[in-house]
């Protein structure tokens, strides 16, 4: 049976191994890892974005854009598959913004 008590020492475990490990793409990073950074990145976002606005976020965003996406592709791993999957939403994104070729 699972063991669903919070643990607020794995949530700083967490964020502080996404930060050490913010260039390592292999490997793997549990759920709880992954979710409790999620959670960090979020409620500092919100601190970044009331205290400093908008360019406070854009400089958060690009300071943890690099371990961001290195636990999302850890995780990836984790559950069996590429840590490629990653841009299949953003390539469908980049297909509904581009211009249709239309039949003129």
């Given at each position: 049976?699972?063991?669903?008590?919070?643990?607020?020492?794995?949530?700083?475990?967490?964020?502080?191994?996404?930060?050490?490990?913010?260039?390592?793409?292999?490997?793997?990073?549990?759920?709880?890892?992954?979710?409790?950074?999620?959670?960090?990145?979020?409620?500092?976002?919100?601190?970044?974005?009331?205290?400093?606005?908008?360019?406070?976020?854009?400089?958060?965003?690009?300071?943890?854009?690099l371990?961001?996406?290195a636990?999302?592709?850890?995780?990836?791993?984790?559950?069996?598959?590429?840590?490629?999957?990653?841009?299949?939403?953003?390539?469908?994104?980049?297909?509904?913004?581009?211009?249709?070729?239309?039949?003129?």
């Open positions: 049976m699972a063991n669903n008590n919070l643990d607020f020492g794995d949530f700083g475990a967490a964020v502080k191994d996404a930060f050490n490990r913010y260039a390592d793409f292999s490997g793997r990073s549990t759920r709880p890892q992954y979710w409790y950074y999620i959670l960090a990145m979020a409620i500092s976002s919100a601190i970044v974005s009331i205290i400093a606005g908008d360019s406070g976020q854009n400089v958060l965003s690009l300071v943890t854009l371990p961001t996406l636990v999302a592709i850890r995780r990836m791993h984790d559950v069996g598959k590429s840590g490629w999957f990653l841009w299949v939403p953003i390539y469908n994104i980049v297909l509904l913004a581009s211009p249709s070729k239309s039949d003129a």
